[in-house]
């Protein structure tokens, strides 16, 4: 039986693409394995799948600020080196999917050294830190927008596109309605955070609800123990949450308009449900500046309209939240347009070509 060994984590943007394809192996008889950090989300989002032995290694964090961690951090890599490469060396499997994010450097490493093949996947327009540093050790590097390519040694890079999570697309509009209490009348306004949430788009969306309440009703995905209700009573049509797992689809079924980071992962499922979007992307202080260049790539597409964090003030959320809602049909016929494919069987042939397994 064929074995291939899954790795990536950090934030949900770094585990959703394994989550799609994982199935995909176990339907045509692989075994799957998973290594991830001891705590992570990864690790809560594979073992809820039931059936993946998961192993937790150690790792250090690739921080972009000064903190005491910093000097830890390369003996915890260290460690988790050698945890990778003698998981990796007792497993035998046929091939690595990397999917990024800091836990994923230790293990291509561990892959490396054992001599496994290894596939890794970029989902925004540069590759993130350890993606760079992973690279160099791999095989073969896929692709989610054609641009990244050019930043990426020739011969390696294959553009496969953007893969959306199938299960995104099987939602429905009535059980969302029920699940969260809402009518029929009044448009629905999503607002996401990012996996991980946002302290300044929380409490933006807290400052202005009656405002925007008055016109739509609000989910708010706060991102894990952020979702503290607003200060009195739960307002009507407002329902705050820490994070969505199956009912994020049938809650997107019924969403008209979303606000959003612009991460790449919710960028693509946006645009593969035709839900306008509204982009507060991570500023350069706050990341590497990927979100910024995947929020200027959908502006230019004209599928989102842009709100830098700079300018994030209530007034100024209530505004392009309307508008947005005013333009809805603009940008759900430029999401209709084009090459919108799911990448997913591409992706699967690529890994097979590279573990040799037909
Ligand atoms: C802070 C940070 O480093 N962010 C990066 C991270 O974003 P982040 O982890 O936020 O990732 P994405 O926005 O790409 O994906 C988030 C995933 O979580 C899912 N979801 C989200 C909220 C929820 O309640 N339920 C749920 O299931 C979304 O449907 C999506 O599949 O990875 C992305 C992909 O490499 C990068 O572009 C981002 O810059």
């Not at 327009?125 to 040694?153: D, K, M, W, Y």
């Not at 708010?220 to 705050?240: D, F, N, T």
């Not at 990927?290 to 505004?319: C, I, K, M, W």
């Not at 940008?331 to 799911?342: S, T, V």
């Amino acid at each position: 039986m064929p074995k291939i060994i899954f790795t990536g984590g950090g934030s949900a943007g770094h585990v959703t693409v394994n989550l799609s394809l994982i199935p995909c192996f176990r339907q045509e008889g692989w075994s799957v394995e998973y290594i991830g950090s001891e705590n992570g989300i990864e690790k809560e989002l594979i073992t809820a799948l039931g059936d993946v032995p998961y192993s937790g290694i150690s790792t250090g964090k690739l921080r972009r600020y000064f903190s005491w961690q910093n000097l830890k951090d390369p003996f915890r890599a260290g460690r988790g080196v050698l945890q990778a490469y003698s998981l990796i060396r007792r497993s035998k499997p046929d091939v690595l999917f990397s999917k990024g994010g800091f836990v994923s450097v230790p293990v291509v490493i561990g892959a490396w050294l054992n001599r496994v093949p290894v596939v890794i996947h970029e989902s925004d327009v540069t590759p993130g830190l350890a993606n760079r540093l992973a690279i160099p050790l791999a095989q073969t590097v896929c692709t989610t927008f054609p641009e990244t390519n050019s930043h990426l040694p020739a011969g390696k890079a294959h553009y496969v596109g953007p893969l959306v999570r199938p299960d995104l697309k099987e939602g429905k509009a009535e059980r969302g309605r029920s699940f969260c209490g809402f009518n029929r009348v009044k448009p629905v306004l999503l607002i996401m955070g990012g996996s991980l949430g946002s302290h300044k788009i929380n409490e933006t969306v807290r400052s202005c609800l009656p405002e925007l309440l008055a016109r739509f009703q609000v989910v708010h995905l706060c991102g894990k123990g952020q979702g503290k209700p607003a200060p009195s009573a739960p307002a009507e049509g407002y329902r705050p949450f820490d994070y969505l797992k199956e009912e994020l689809a049938d809650v997107l079924a019924m969403t008209d308009v979303v606000v959003t980071r612009a991460g790449a992962n919710v960028l693509f499922e946006m645009r593969a449900l035709k839900k306008p979007m509204l982009l507060i992307p991570l500023s350069k202080e706050q990341s590497r500046g990927d979100q910024l260049l995947n929020a200027a790539s959908f502006r230019a597409s004209g599928y989102a309209e842009v709100l830098q964090e700079e300018n994030l003030t209530p007034e100024a959320l209530v505004r392009e939240v309307t508008k947005l809602y005013e333009n809805r049909t603009k940008f759900k016929l430029r999401m209709a347009e084009g090459d919108n494919g799911d990448a997913l069987r591409t992706l699967v042939a690529i890994i097979h070509e590279t573990a040799g397994v037909s």
